[in-house]
């Protein structure tokens, strides 16, 4: 029988997405035929997978689950998150299930006409799931106590009722008030579900643990349930599932090498409704790299110039490219004279124009002056591609010195054509237009290929007059790893999953 773990938290970002990860790894080291499940998620980060019934085609599930299923060294597929929440902006978000888009709702719209649906095809990719693994390992969403949405909470309650789950429970003590945190938490919990959980961990501590516990023995005491770790604060490098992890728009973030180790900047302007920002982690984990999100009133300001731009994806392309007008930003990326590359919606934005943008108030065939950096022009349409795949790279533009197979997915909507002959990234002329300086693509997960991530930031450092730092090889131990070693070094997972014949503590 399929044994099932919830791993459910206190609040978002408590370190779900890493425990899942590994305990997925760790189980998979053992043998255990091991899967990660999440219900429902809400991101605008997601990749391209097989669709489960139908393995020819391919469909989104969030980021953290085709993560997941890599370090349980399994192929992702959408039962491993058949529900996908994407927001769009003004409370609306695009709801995908079983991989494929099936509509736009409100949220007051999702939970009166798409819900239903929702829960029946959660339940079918769980079922689905079970009879094929030994372990599920399901990963919650934001709080399990959010007592409003007790009723309709699919991530959540749902999961630990259908699948008949256990519940681990995250608290995050950067935040401070873990203990409070974690007995609001249980006291709020449907009592049905509340009787599942068979402890509690402490995620993101620093400093001596020695000194928590006093709150530990009262916190067991008062709730009859036991701390099973206490997780130091370390990032394995997994990427990021959603934007509480970027800088609020406005702010600036930095992410890769200390300030005293950059030897280039890559910046980013911190769109509103970005999307797929995991597509530059891959730069940010290289040696002497530093990958700035930054408001784009003032990212190309100041004496910190950066040495290179890239536009990454959005959900709302036309949105987030009328507020870079009217912050000033396109004129100031013209002045710009280092490499620019544009990723799916920022690469919809280099070309001439958008058409067929529906703005409200100017009528079906209306026009988003676009950068003017590639002369290409892109038409919004309802169809919407998703799609895993395999491209023959060029030597073009920014990516100059890079010839070979690379693999990424696309997801989009809009078709994007050339108004004058260009140079192709990639053999076929799909997906992709670039200049001597300039490159837009469709393509998610480019640098995550290293033929494509060192032709680039061969272009960087040698525009920034900088040699190529050493090092840059990828560490001996792979970010799922060292998820694993998280989890096995400080949590008691023999409490949670006993190995076979291992006495009971």
């Not at 999100?293 to 036309?318: F, I, M, Q, W």
Request: proline share 6%; charged share 30%; with cysteine.
């Amino acid at each position: 029988m399929t044994r099932t773990l919830l791993v459910a938290g206190t609040a978002s970002h408590v370190g779900k997405s890493t425990v899942v990860a590994g305990l997925c790894r760790h189980l998979a080291d053992r043998g255990v035929e091991v899967a990660p499940f999440k219900a429902q998620n809400m991101s605008n980060n997601a990749r391209a997978v097989p669709i489960a019934d139908d393995p020819v085609g391919a469909g989104e599930i969030g980021v953290s689950q085709y993560v997941q299923a890599r370090a349980a060294r399994i192929e992702a597929s959408t039962d491993l998150n058949p529900v996908l929440l994407k927001p769009r902006g003004d409370g609306e978000s695009q709801l995908v299930v079983h991989g494929e888009a099936v509509g736009d709702y409100a949220s007051d719209e999702y939970y009166e006409e798409g819900w239903h649906r929702a829960r029946e095809a959660a339940l079918e990719s769980y079922e689905r799931l079970a009879s094929e693994y030994e372990v599920v390992i399901a990963e919650g969403a934001g709080s399990i106590a959010e007592i409003n949405l007790h009723e309709r909470d699919l991530a959540n309650v749902e999961t630990a009722r259908f699948a008949n789950a256990d519940v681990l429970v995250l608290c995050d003590i950067e935040r401070g008030g873990a203990f409070a945190s974690l007995y609001g938490t249980l006291e709020l919990m449907p009592e049905d579900v509340r009787e599942r959980v068979l402890g509690a961990v402490i995620t993101k501590f620093r400093g001596d643990s020695s000194l928590l516990e006093p709150g530990i023995e009262e916190i067991e005491e008062r709730t009859g349930v036991p701390i099973l770790g206490i997780l130091p604060y370390d990032d394995p490098g997994l990427p990021a599932e959603d934007s509480v992890s970027l800088p609020a728009t406005g702010e600036t973030a930095v992410l890769g090498e200390d300030a005293h180790d950059e030897r280039v900047r890559i910046a980013v302007p911190r769109l509103s409704r970005i999307s797929n920002f995991t597509d530059l982690e891959p730069l940010a984990a290289e040696p002497g790299v530093r990958v700035v999100y930054g408001p784009p009133e003032t990212l190309l300001d100041g004496p910190d110039v950066p040495h290179a731009v890239v536009l990454p994806g959005t959900k709302n392309t036309v949105d987030d490219l009328l507020e870079l007008h009217e912050a000033g930003f396109a004129d100031r990326l013209r002045e710009f004279d280092g490499p620019i590359v544009g990723l799916c919606g920022g690469y919809q934005m280099l070309g001439e124009r958008i058409t067929n943008a529906d703005i409200e108030g100017t009528g079906d065939e209306s026009v988003v002056e676009g950068f003017g950096l590639l002369p290409v022009v892109t038409r919004f349409s309802e169809e919407k591609r998703v799609e895993r795949v395999e491209r023959e790279l060029r030597s073009v533009g920014p990516l100059s010195g890079a010839n070979g197979r690379v693999s990424g997915y696309e997801i989009h909507m809009g078709e994007t054509s050339g108004l004058e002959p260009v140079a192709r990234p990639f053999e076929g002329g799909e997906s992709g237009a670039a200049t001597d300086r300039v490159l837009g693509t469709y393509l998610h997960g480019l640098f995550e290929n290293r033929i494509a991530r060192d032709a680039f930031l061969d272009r960087v450092f040698a525009d920034a007059e900088r040699a190529r730092p050493d090092g840059g090889d990828r560490p001996p131990t792979t970010p799922y790893d060292r998820a694993a070693r998280l989890v096995s070094d400080h949590l008691d997972v023999r409490r949670v999953f006993p190995e076979p014949d291992a006495e009971e503590p």
